[in-house]
């Protein structure tokens, strides 16, 4: 199948809105081996302005997302310079199916993330 697609937002759960300015890369991870394949920021409303990936570039496997946390709490004003509990944020997950929707947001604090399969 090669309708699928991967998209992603974040919202900033301390502030109670989006997280604009977030840089997000997507490495397709096999074995203890990750091959950059996309890199993005998001926009005003937290999201990508177009998915990570869509129809025949998204293949069954594991892939990890990861977010630049750190830059956007720095900038936000809700973290300094020194070391930061939370900075780059690894989510890696796998797609059994590549004909599927996708949606892996992040939810993020100073001090805590989340995530879930959205839709």
């Known amino acids: 199948m090669s309708g699928g697609r991967l998209t992603t937002h974040v919202l900033d759960?301390?502030?109670?809105?989006?997280?604009?300015?977030?840089r997000i890369a997507l490495y397709r991870v096999s074995g203890n081996s990750h091959s950059k394949?996309?890199?993005t920021?998001?926009?005003?409303?937290?999201?990508t302005d177009a998915p990570?990936?869509?129809g025949a570039a998204?293949?069954?496997g594991s892939y990890e997302l990861v977010f630049f946390a750190g830059d956007y709490l720095r900038a936000s004003g809700q973290a300094g310079e020194g070391v930061l509990f939370l900075d780059q944020i690894?989510?890696?997950f796998g797609v059994p199916d590549a004909g599927q929707h996708y949606h892996v947001p992040l939810l993020i604090s100073p001090f805590a993330?989340?995530?879930?399969?959205?839709s």
């Open 41 to 47: 920021v998001t926009n005003a409303d937290g999201r």
């Open 13 to 22: 759960t301390a502030r109670g809105k989006p997280a604009a300015g977030v």
């Open 37 to 39: 394949i996309a890199e």
């Open 52 to 54: 990570m990936l869509t």
């Open 58 to 60: 998204l293949k069954e």
């Open 113 to 118: 993330y989340s995530t879930y399969r959205g």
């Open 90 to 92: 690894p989510i890696r």
